[in-house]
């Protein structure tokens, strides 16, 4: 049974960092575009970072771009997203996505592309 669970999520002031991590067991994701995205209540989900199989590329939304930064170990099998200067804007349950395609070339930007999805992790921002 494939599984992503993302942990690092909590409560942390206007400013400060936290670190998420998305962990995928049941198969390797080693060889797959993965992505995080952010739902807010009343809100559609929006997409947040992407990087490539091989982590040589990274995209960002234009709101998190400069504050944020996605990474991957793929000997772990894990994803990360590192949050820092958050604000209260930034307040979601934040998604990590994995897509199937093997070795795509790029990066994976739309929810309907990604095939795997996790339980989610909430993030509040307080100013």
């Known amino acids: 049974q494939v599984q992503l669970v993302e942990s690092g999520g909590g409560l942390v002031q206007d400013g400060g960092s936290l670190r998420l991590s998305c962990a995928a067991s049941g198969r390797t994701f080693s060889s797959h575009a993965m992505g995080w995205f952010r739902q807010a209540p009343g809100k559609e989900r929006e997409f947040v970072a992407a990087?490539?199989?091989?982590?040589?590329?990274?995209y960002y939304a234009d709101s998190v771009k400069g504050r944020f930064t996605i990474s991957r170990d793929n000997a772990k099998n894990t994803v990360y997203l590192q949050m820092n200067n958050l604000k209260p804007e930034d307040t979601a349950v934040y998604y990590c996505?994995?897509?199937?395609?093997?070795?795509?070339?790029?990066?994976?930007?739309?929810?309907?592309?990604?095939?795997?999805w996790g339980q989610g992790t909430q993030v509040t921002v307080s100013s």
């Open positions: 990087i490539s199989w091989s982590g040589g590329t990274t």
């Open positions: 996505a994995a897509d199937l395609r093997f070795r795509r070339v790029g990066v994976v930007t739309r929810t309907d592309e990604y095939d795997y």
